[in-house]
């Protein structure tokens, strides 16, 4: 295959009146997503698209939003999908790096998007339109003609350590090996219903769109809102019978502290596979006690190189101050350790940066070739031929089995009091603590002090106390914060940067 679409139409063959995706309200089977799909892209097609571009989409995601984001790809361009909630500047800077001859949005969000793009160089317009047209069977003929697996599929946008948007741009070459390792390394099929937590502006998405396209599975799209509703939530999951939770950290510790399996327990779970953060051993029990049967998997792997390289198969309960293991390679992915002199690191625990080569590398990052160079270069262990790597930031260590052990963010690890600590190892203590929900730990550089916020029961004082005994006096933190709920990002993550504001950290 040469494009992910062959993916859609070869299933939507195959299982032409099975449900495809499906939200609160609308419902699309495989033939329909692919006509409203092959609608949408004629009518990009018609309306200035061109391929190789990009289609922004500024929208909440459901049923439709999914047809009409595969539509910019049958017009032989790639989609971005801008938050609703990004504030307007950053809005702006999105724009300026995708340069979209189109921007497509819904009925509900026409309004704002007026107000964003009626001044910008490109034509907006409503999905509702878009996906109920003609189809051009020979324009998009025509444009399949010339694809190629390395155009470029999707753009999404990270932070970055400056806090501006930083675009990266993933081709079908990479999704089509991602998407065919992993539904083959978790069994996954036709059968499955996919359990979408992720926004269609992650590309923690992908694990649920894309096997779907490949294997006929459902995905049963979770809103937002859902996330702050136990009740709402554990019902969805439970009548629309999900198989499959590709959840970020956050949202299966949501579950397990808000007690939603106290309301329902939903019953037709069969694997669960986490992502995005160090996952607290004690909420995953929970998990475990509820759902005794599903089988749990920790994987790793940044954006960049599409979803995630490695994964781990829990095989056991493991105590609160343990770290579950980032695991092994998936198939064709090349996963390995350097240290600060870039050689292979292949001893047991020691401490180097994570890199990766293979297919599953992303093409770089939009309108920022410097970026691109420092974070995606040659694989300095070979000096033969051209081997693309992509040097993560993350710090990693092998155990005595060869898993790898996440460690931290290389700009995590910071020196206080003449020691070189590892903030993550703080973290990981925090949690071995009776009482403690979650936690996070930052540095504050101006104050020369290490501040632990967490979640949870215990006082500040039996906290900082435990610690004591837990840590080396340097690694106990100076202050401790007690708050009623972690911030996180919009992907889902703890948001350090909000955590330092509220402390007022210097970082």
């Known amino acids: 295959m040469r494009n992910v679409l062959e993916m859609l139409e070869r299933t939507a063959e195959r299982l032409p009146d099975k449900t495809a995706v499906a939200d609160p309200n609308t419902s699309l089977t495989f033939v329909e997503l692919r006509d409203a799909a092959q609608a949408a892209g004629s009518w990009l097609a018609r309306h200035g698209a061109k391929p190789r571009t990009a289609v922004a989409f500024y929208l909440e995601k459901s049923a439709p939003a999914w047809a009409a984001m595969l539509g910019a790809v049958y017009a032989g361009g790639f989609y971005s999908v801008i938050d609703?909630?990004?504030?307007?500047?950053?809005?702006?800077?999105?724009?300026?790096?995708?340069?979209?001859?189109?921007?497509?949005?819904?009925?509900?969000?026409?309004?704002?998007?007026?107000?964003?793009?009626?001044?910008?160089?490109?034509?907006?317009?409503?999905?509702?339109?878009?996906?109920?047209?003609?189809?051009?069977?020979?324009?998009?003929?025509?444009?399949?003609?010339?694809?190629?697996?390395?155009?470029?599929?999707?753009?999404?946008?990270?932070?970055?350590?400056?806090?501006?948007?930083?675009?990266?741009?993933?081709?079908?070459?990479?999704?089509?090996?991602?998407?065919?390792?992993?539904?083959?390394t978790f069994g996954i099929g036709a059968d499955d219903v996919m359990g979408n937590q992720a926004p269609f502006d992650f590309d923690a998405t992908n694990k649920d769109v894309y096997s779907s396209l490949l294997t006929g599975a459902t995905v049963q799209i979770i809103p937002r809102s859902y996330f702050s509703n136990p009740t709402q939530l554990m019902d969805y999951i439970c009548d629309r019978?999900?198989?499959?939770?590709?959840?970020?950290?956050?949202?299966?510790?949501?579950?397990?502290?808000?007690?939603?399996?106290?309301?329902?327990?939903?019953?037709?779970?069969?694997?669960?596979?986490?992502?995005?953060?160090?996952?607290?051993?004690?909420?995953?029990?929970?998990?475990?006690?509820?759902?005794?049967?599903?089988l749990y998997a920790n994987l790793y792997g940044p954006s960049e190189v599409t979803c995630n390289c490695t994964y781990f198969v829990v095989d056991r309960e493991y105590a609160n101050d343990e770290v579950i293991p980032a695991g092994k390679a998936f198939a064709n992915e090349r996963v390995f350790l350097l240290d600060d002199k870039d050689r292979e690191i292949c001893e047991p625990d020691e401490v180097g940066e994570v890199c990766v080569a293979g297919s599953c590398l992303v093409m770089g990052y939009l309108d920022?070739?410097?970026?691109?160079?420092?974070?995606?270069?040659?694989?300095?262990?070979?000096?033969?031929?051209?081997?693309?790597?992509?040097?993560?930031?993350?710090?990693?260590?092998?155990?005595?089995?060869?898993?790898?052990?996440?460690?931290?963010?290389?700009?995590?690890?910071?020196?206080?009091?003449?020691?070189?600590?590892?903030?993550?190892?703080?973290?990981?203590?925090?949690?071995?603590?009776?009482?403690?929900?979650?936690?996070?730990?930052?540095?504050?550089?101006?104050?020369?002090?290490?501040?632990l916020f967490y979640v949870g029961a215990i006082s500040r004082k039996d906290l900082k106390e435990t610690l004591r005994v837990r840590l080396p006096q340097y690694m106990v933190p100076n202050n401790t914060k007690q708050l009623d709920e972690m911030p996180l990002s919009k992907n889902g993550k703890i948001d350090r940067a909000a955590l330092a504001a509220i402390g007022r950290i210097k970082r």
Not at 262 to 288: C, H, N
Not at 396 to 415: C, F, M, T
């Open 84 to 184: 609703v909630r990004q504030p307007e500047s950053r809005v702006a800077e999105m724009l300026k790096a995708l340069h979209p001859a189109v921007v497509l949005t819904d009925n509900e969000q026409l309004s704002r998007a007026h107000e964003l793009f009626d001044d910008a160089d490109c034509l907006l317009a409503c999905i509702e339109d878009v996906i109920a047209g003609d189809v051009d069977h020979d324009a998009l003929d025509a444009i399949r003609a010339r694809a190629c697996d390395i155009d470029p599929l999707y753009a999404n946008f990270t932070s970055g350590s400056t806090g501006t948007p930083k675009g990266f741009v993933a081709s079908h070459r990479s999704v089509l090996d991602w998407a065919q390792t992993f539904t083959a």
């Open 241 to 294: 019978e999900v198989t499959t939770l590709c959840w970020a950290v956050s949202a299966m510790c949501f579950v397990s502290i808000m007690g939603g399996f106290d309301y329902r327990v939903p019953t037709t779970i069969r694997r669960v596979l986490f992502s995005g953060e160090t996952m607290p051993p004690k909420q995953l029990r929970v998990w475990q006690k509820f759902v005794p049967d599903a």
């Open 368 to 451: 920022a070739p410097d970026r691109t160079a420092k974070a995606f270069m040659q694989n300095p262990a070979n000096g033969r031929w051209l081997e693309p790597m992509y040097r993560t930031g993350d710090l990693a260590r092998y155990n005595e089995n060869g898993d790898l052990v996440y460690v931290s963010r290389k700009d995590h690890q910071i020196k206080h009091l003449g020691q070189r600590i590892e903030l993550g190892d703080i973290e990981a203590a925090a949690h071995g603590v009776e009482g403690v929900e979650r936690a996070c730990c930052l540095y504050d550089s101006g104050r020369k002090r290490l501040i």
